[in-house]
């Protein structure tokens, strides 16, 4: 059975940093698309970032370039999302979502969607 399990959320200062893991299980990643995203209290679930497996293309928002860092660890068959300098804007539950045999992350077009893993940044 495919799944996709998040972790490494929690409570972290302004200014402060977390990394959060995608694990896969079910399936292998290679062929699939990547995506985090993010849903704030009383707002729509946006697009974070997202890696295609297949050629390790990786793409921003806006909001988080230059502070987010995705990669992807093969063997353990897991997405890593590299947060630095988080604000409290970045207080959201995040998702992580997979799509098959696709380059992008389109929200509409993803396979797996994980549970997602609560980050609170305050201080």
């Known amino acids: 059975q495919a799944q996709l399990v998040e972790s490494g959320g929690g409570v972290v200062q302004p200014g402060g940093s977390l990394r959060l893991s995608c694990a896969a299980s079910?399936?292998?990643?290679?062929?699939?698309?990547i995506g985090w995203f993010r849903q704030a209290p009383g707002k729509e679930r946006e697009g974070v970032s997202c890696i295609s497996a297949s050629n390790g293309y990786a793409s921003y928002a806006d909001s988080v370039k230059g502070r987010f860092t995705i990669s992807i660890d093969f063997a353990k068959n897991t997405v890593y999302l590299q947060m630095n300098g988080l604000g409290p804007e970045d207080t959201a539950v995040y998702s992580c979502?997979?799509?098959?045999?696709?380059?992008?992350?389109?929200?509409?077009?993803?396979?797996?969607w994980g549970k997602g893993t609560l980050v609170t940044v305050s201080s």
């Open positions: 079910g399936f292998t990643l290679d062929y699939y698309a």
């Open positions: 979502a997979a799509a098959y045999e696709s380059y992008f992350c389109e929200e509409d077009g993803m396979n797996y």
